[in-house]
């Protein structure tokens, strides 16, 4: 039986700490960190894989179109 080869978005982002954060929207709780790029980078795919096996249920990777970085006001707390 041939595998089949799917495309993820991974969203990749850095705590105060400097622990990478990849996180997969597609797949519902798909997330993992690591102290370079590399080494989340091979984690999120270890991660994807482990998921899919978990989670028998259909996923269809989204097309990616694009990310906004946004700045909101904070509301004060009475």
């Known amino acids: 039986m041939e595998k089949q080869i799917l495309d993820f978005n991974v969203f990749i982002e850095q705590d105060e ?3 990478y954060i990849a996180k997969v929207p597609e797949i519902k709780g798909c997330h993992t960190q690591g102290r370079t790029l590399e080494q989340v980078m091979e984690r999120i795919k270890e991660a994807i894989e482990v998921c899919l096996e978990a989670d028998k249920e259909e996923v ?3 097309r990616f179109i694009g990310i906004q970085r946004i700045q ?3 509301p004060q707390l009475v």
């Open 17 to 19: 700490d400097g622990i």
């Open 60 to 62: 269809n990777p989204m």
């Open 72 to 74: 909101v006001k904070k």
